[in-house]
T-cell receptor, first 115, second 114 residues
Framework: DARVTQTPRHKVTEMGQEVTMRCQPILGHNTVFWYRQTMMQGLELLAYFRNRAPLDDSGMPKDRFSAEMPDATLATLKIQPSEPRDSAVYFC?????????????FGPGTRLTVT | QKEVEQDPGPLSVPEGAIVSLNCTYSNSAFQYFMWYRQYSRKGPELLMY????GNKEDGRFTAQVDKSSKYISLFIRDSQPSDSATYLCATGLFFTGGGNKLTFGTGTQLKVEL
């Protein structure tokens, strides 16, 4: 049963510290998405990769967030420096296009708390 | 105004009830419509999708789209306590080989009580 994996599952850190979240997409999927979920805003798209190339990162605060895909099995999302308003659940999803429809499969999320 | 709107709920129903979950969207260009289910402290999981107006059934779940009124519904028959979750609708454009994103609603929290 292929799944998207994310590490760490939980992270508590102090304001100003660097946070790195990792994602392993489903083998064979060629798109990867990073989302942030909060009660107030719901799911917000932060960044989107296709074949490891960044296609859209317009939802990401560029001054502190960065997303990369060093290889096909690893996507990373970094926050430096972290702030309390970054507290949220961060989801990675990998995608597969079937008959023109883009199916996205989500990981379990990283719950980030910045104090 | 968000492109996809959902009533956040919570919606509480007795076991066995028929549940109706709804979304409206503003962009008539959207071509397909998805429903995701999210259990507490888990990632969203894809339930079903449809791309034409009308109904699509999958077991106890029926997705309905009315493109003329930009209205999306998910019906759950014979609801079970295990259906208690947050349901998110999402809309998208047919993949064109370039960038392609889903637009999500904020989700409706459903509780099915014994």
């Amino acid at each position: 049963d292929a799944r998207v994996t994310q590490t760490p599952r939980h992270k508590v850190t102090e304001m100003g510290q660097e946070v790195t979240m990792r994602c392993q997409p489903i083998l064979g999927h060629n798109t990867v998405f990073w989302y942030r979920q909060t009660m107030m805003q719901g799911l917000e798209l932060l960044a989107y990769f296709r074949n490891r190339a960044p296609l859209d990162d317009s939802g990401m605060p560029k001054d502190r967030f960065s997303a990369e895909m060093p290889d096909a099995t690893l996507a990373t999302l970094k926050i430096q420096p972290s702030e309390p308003r970054d507290s949220a659940v961060y989801f990675c999803a990998s995608g597969l296009v079937r008959t023109g429809i883009h199916e996205q499969y989500f990981g379990p999320g990283t719950r980030l708390t910045v104090t | 105004q968000k492109e996809v709107e959902q009533d956040p709920g919570p919606l509480s129903v007795p076991e066995g009830a028929i549940v109706s979950l709804n979304c409206t969207y503003s962009n008539s260009a959207f071509q397909y419509f998805m429903w995701y289910r999210q259990y507490s402290r888990k990632g969203p999981e894809l339930l079903m999708y449809t791309y034409s107006s009308g109904n699509k059934e999958d077991g106890r779940f029926t997705a309905q789209v009315d493109k003329s009124s930009k209205y999306i519904s998910l019906f759950i028959r014979d609801s079970q306590p295990s259906d208690s979750a947050t349901y998110l609708c999402a809309t998208g454009l047919f993949f064109t080989g370039g960038g392609n994103k889903l637009t999500f609603g904020t989700g409706t929290q459903l509780k099915v009580e014994l």
